[in-house]
């Protein structure tokens, strides 16, 4: 079975211009799939907010266009 | 009497004091001339203890630190000079492989201590407790149409927030060239020493450069 391999990080020594380029550690790999975790979750949010935004747009009959009109937006 | 000299009488200022092109007389008290030195080429005349002196203007200006390809999940700037007063970064052309997302930068890979506020697209925006959102909104990843000036001041302060503001560009994912002008702060006393870019978290960079430039 082939090994998972972690995402990959750059780092660069502006002092000694020295670049390494190696699979992220532990640490990085744990912060990581918190992040993922956390934009799996914001996305389905942003995703549950935009339904809702489109079902109130259709039951009101007008248009996001017309709704940013109302709300004083341009 | 010799010619080209003046009488030996009060008053009076002997040429010999003199030697060397270029030198001056000035009063090192009052009625007491005295001799200032040609100074070296690009120094300029200035006052130390209350008499004029040649001295190296303080140089100025940027300096170009270093030029970075962006590459993997995150791209770290590590071991920053701590002899600048201000750092100055160009981030352009920034891609990424898997998702649109915000392009982000992360002083001292601390993501929860910027506060931005700013017009992003017209609109008035506001960011707490976060990374540096360089993209405010998420980002056209296939697009390298984005550019972005940053100045964060005070960088080395170990007693004091670090001011910061960026302006540039950027295409957003829901259609749309994106104008983008914001100012802030680092919130934390600690000197930044390293500055850690990434795509949203989740996503690995295609391409994209960093300059970093260290301010006098």
Same mark, same amino acid.
């Given at each position: 079975?082939?090994?998972?391999?972690?995402?990959?990080?750059?780092?660069?020594?502006?002092?000694?211009?020295?670049?390494?380029? %190696?699979?992220?550690?532990?640490?990085?790999?744990?912060?990581?799939?918190?992040?993922?975790?956390? *934009?799996?979750?914001?996305?389905?949010?942003?995703?549950?907010?935009?339904?809702?935004?489109?079902?109130?747009?259709? %039951?009101?009959?007008?248009?996001?266009?017309?709704? *940013?009109?109302?709300?004083?937006?341009? | 009497?010799?010619?080209?000299?003046?009488?030996?009488?009060?008053?009076?200022?002997?040429?010999?004091?003199?030697? &060397?092109?270029?030198?001056?007389?000035?009063?090192?008290?009052?009625?007491?001339?005295?001799?200032?030195?040609?100074? =070296?080429?690009?120094?300029?005349?200035?006052?130390? #203890?209350?008499?004029?002196?040649?001295?190296?203007?303080? =140089?100025?200006?940027?300096?170009?630190?270093?030029?970075?390809?962006?590459?993997?999940?995150?791209?770290?700037?590590?071991?920053?000079?701590?002899?600048?007063?201000?750092?100055?970064?160009?981030?352009?052309?920034?891609?990424?492989?898997?998702?649109?997302?915000?392009?982000?930068?992360?002083?001292?890979?601390?993501? +929860?201590?910027?506060?931005?506020?700013?017009?992003?697209?017209?609109?008035?925006? #506001?960011?707490?407790?976060?990374?540096?959102?360089?993209?405010?909104?998420? &980002?056209?990843?296939?697009?390298?149409?984005?550019?972005?000036?940053?100045?964060?001041?005070?960088?080395?302060?170990?007693?004091?927030?670090?001011?910061?503001?960026?302006?540039?560009?950027?295409?957003?994912?829901?259609?749309?060239?994106?104008?983008?002008?914001?100012?802030?702060?680092?919130?934390?006393?600690?000197?930044?020493? #390293?500055?850690?870019?990434?795509?949203?978290?989740? +996503?690995?960079?295609?391409?994209?450069?960093?300059?970093?430039?260290?301010?006098?």
């Amino acid at each position: 079975m082939a090994k998972l391999t972690r995402p990959m990080v750059r780092i660069h020594n502006v002092e000694t211009d020295e670049i390494i380029d %190696r699979e992220m550690n532990d640490a990085e790999f744990a912060q990581y799939e918190a992040n993922k975790a956390a *934009q799996a979750t914001a996305q389905a949010e942003a995703e549950a907010k935009a339904t809702a935004k489109a079902a109130l747009l259709t %039951r009101l009959g007008i248009t996001a266009e017309e709704a *940013q009109l109302l709300l004083g937006g341009n | 009497m010799t010619v080209g000299r003046i009488p030996n009488v009060e008053g009076g200022i002997q040429p010999t004091l003199l030697t &060397t092109t270029g030198d001056i007389i000035y009063a090192s008290s009052a009625s007491n001339p005295a001799r200032l030195g040609i100074g =070296s080429s690009a120094q300029v005349l200035t006052v130390a #203890s209350g008499v004029p002196s040649w001295a190296t203007p303080a =140089s100025g200006g940027m300096t170009l630190i270093s030029t970075t390809t962006l590459s993997g999940a995150t791209t770290t700037l590590s071991s920053i000079p701590q002899t600048y007063n201000s750092l100055f970064l160009v981030i352009s052309g920034v891609t990424a492989n898997t998702s649109d997302n915000r392009i982000r930068c992360l002083p001292n890979n601390v993501s +929860n201590l910027t506060n931005t506020t700013g017009v992003d697209g017209g609109t008035i925006q #506001s960011a707490d407790n976060s990374p540096i959102r360089l993209s405010e909104r998420v &980002t056209t990843r296939t697009s390298a149409l984005n550019a972005f000036g940053l100045y964060l001041h005070n960088y080395t302060s170990t007693t004091s927030y670090k001011p910061l503001y960026f302006s540039g560009f950027y295409v957003q994912t829901a259609g749309g060239d994106i104008a983008t002008n914001i100012a802030g702060a680092f919130r934390s006393n600690t000197a930044i020493t #390293s500055l850690v870019f990434d795509y949203g978290g989740t +996503n690995t960079f295609a391409g994209g450069t960093v300059l970093l430039y260290g301010v006098k």
